[in-house]
């Protein structure tokens, strides 16, 4: 072999290399899309997964709402992150896309058609990504949190799955006279005025909190299987872990279905973020595989189907030890659906033996006089 042909065999070797390595990388964009709903134009940015090609297949849509004071530009500050959740495989291909909301916005008026229509719409135009609610993603970190709790349980029909991360919300269903000092300290009333009319419109706030808005839609949540991911630290520097804990407990008591996360020694933001960024795409990525929840369609034996079977009789639980529970822990849950099946019966007329989320009781003891 001569020295040219050499060298043109190596350059071709190396070339092949660098495009490989090309295609492990996101790549980013920045657009200014004109919106007709926000008659102004709104500045955009995108991280497209490796290997992208243009409508080369419908992928998902993963919208990302920033935080207070923030832009587009607060999306490519995770593109590190980004790129380590396709790396291992956390998320699968598709589009994730940010926007400038206005520093202190919280999405209200149009931003939330711009959210569930109108980007969606440019996304598919530019992108080729899918339309359908199943392929359909929303996330947020603080007022982004806030959006994206809002606009998904606004719009339960339109997402797959919402991550709202350290949501900024308050402890509350009805807006207090003197609101209390401990969750309204980091919001003067100049932003309330901003946000929800000036002067400041109680009413309007009331209705476009999350856990009023949990409330009137809770059967349409719970009709559209919408998953719902919720997270806060509980060292949050403005005490967003009870608002949080307040809407976690709001979720609860009207039977939607959610993952709750108050993350030990996590403040607002900070180095946290990272991590728990993933664990919440994590969350996103199984909504779209169908969930995760344990298969109880297990094959059992004769001998563990009769002791499914028999196990509840007469109202009672049989409480003596067994080692058919202990054979193979895998399948208890197909166990439990077996063993669930006679107390489908008394679940009809006692709704406190429904197989979900019950009442919970008060957390404090009311001395009686």
């Given amino acids: 072999?001569?020295?040219?042909?050499?060298?043109?065999?190596?350059?071709?070797?190396?070339?092949?290399?660098?495009?490989?390595?090309?295609?492990?990388?996101?790549?980013?964009?920045?657009?200014?899309?004109?919106?007709?709903?926000?008659?102004?134009?709104?500045?955009?940015?995108?991280?497209?997964?490796?290997?992208?090609?243009?409508?080369?297949?419908?992928?998902?849509?993963?919208?990302?709402?920033?935080?207070?004071?923030?832009?587009?530009?607060?999306?490519?500050?995770?593109?590190?992150?980004?790129?380590?959740?396709?790396?291992?495989?956390?998320?699968?291909?598709?589009?994730?896309?940010?926007?400038?909301?206005?520093?202190?916005?919280?999405?209200?008026?149009?931003?939330?058609?711009?959210v569930t229509d109108e980007l969606p719409k440019w996304a598919a135009e530019k992108y080729g990504i899918s339309l359908k609610p199943e392929h359909t993603l929303l996330t947020g970190i603080s007022m982004g949190g806030y959006g994206s709790l809002k606009i998904g349980l606004k719009n339960p029909e339109r997402f797959i799955a919402i991550a709202p991360m350290e949501p900024a919300i308050m402890p509350i269903l009805e807006f207090p006279q003197e609101p209390h000092k401990r969750n309204s300290w980091w919001t003067p009333m100049q932003i309330y005025e901003d946000v929800w009319g000036k002067p400041f419109d109680p009413q309007k706030f009331i209705d476009d909190n999350p856990a009023n808005i949990a409330v009137a839609n809770a059967q349409r949540i719970r009709d559209s299987g919408l998953n719902i991911y919720l997270e806060v630290g509980d060292e949050d520097f403005i005490q967003l872990h009870d608002g949080a804990e307040f809407l976690h407990r709001v979720f609860w008591?009207?039977?939607?279905?959610?993952?709750?996360?108050?993350?030990?020694?996590?403040?607002?933001?900070?180095?946290?973020?990272?991590?728990?960024?993933?664990?919440?795409?994590?969350?996103?990525?199984?909504?779209?595989?169908?969930?995760?929840?344990?298969?109880?369609d297990l094959p059992l034996t004769p001998e563990q189907l009769q002791y499914a079977q028999s196990v509840f009789g007469e109202g009672e639980i049989d409480t003596e030890p067994t080692s058919i529970m202990r054979e193979d822990l895998r399948l208890a849950p197909t166990i439990h659906a077996e063993l669930w099946k006679p107390l489908k019966r008394l679940a009809k007329d006692d709704p406190d033996m429904k197989r979900a989320y019950g009442k919970l009781p008060k957390t404090t003891i009311i001395q009686e006089k």
């Fill in 253 to 296: 008591d009207n039977d939607i279905r959610h993952e709750y996360h108050l993350v030990r020694w996590a403040d607002h933001v900070g180095l946290s973020m990272h991590n728990r960024t993933k664990e919440a795409h994590a969350f996103l990525a199984a909504a779209l595989m169908g969930g995760k929840s344990e298969p109880i």
């Fill in 1 to 114: 072999m001569s020295r040219s042909v050499s060298f043109i065999f190596i350059l071709l070797l190396a070339s092949c290399s660098v495009e490989k390595e090309a295609n492990k990388q996101v790549t980013t964009e920045l657009h200014d899309v004109l919106s007709e709903i926000r008659g102004e134009i709104v500045p955009v940015s995108v991280i497209l997964p490796p290997g992208f090609k243009n409508n080369s297949e419908s992928l998902p849509l993963l919208i990302n709402l920033h935080g207070g004071g923030g832009t587009r530009d607060n999306l490519l500050r995770q593109l590190n992150t980004y790129q380590e959740m396709f790396d291992e495989g956390i998320l699968p291909p598709l589009v994730v896309i940010s926007f400038s909301g206005g520093p202190i916005s919280y999405y209200q008026g149009t931003w939330e058609t711009f």
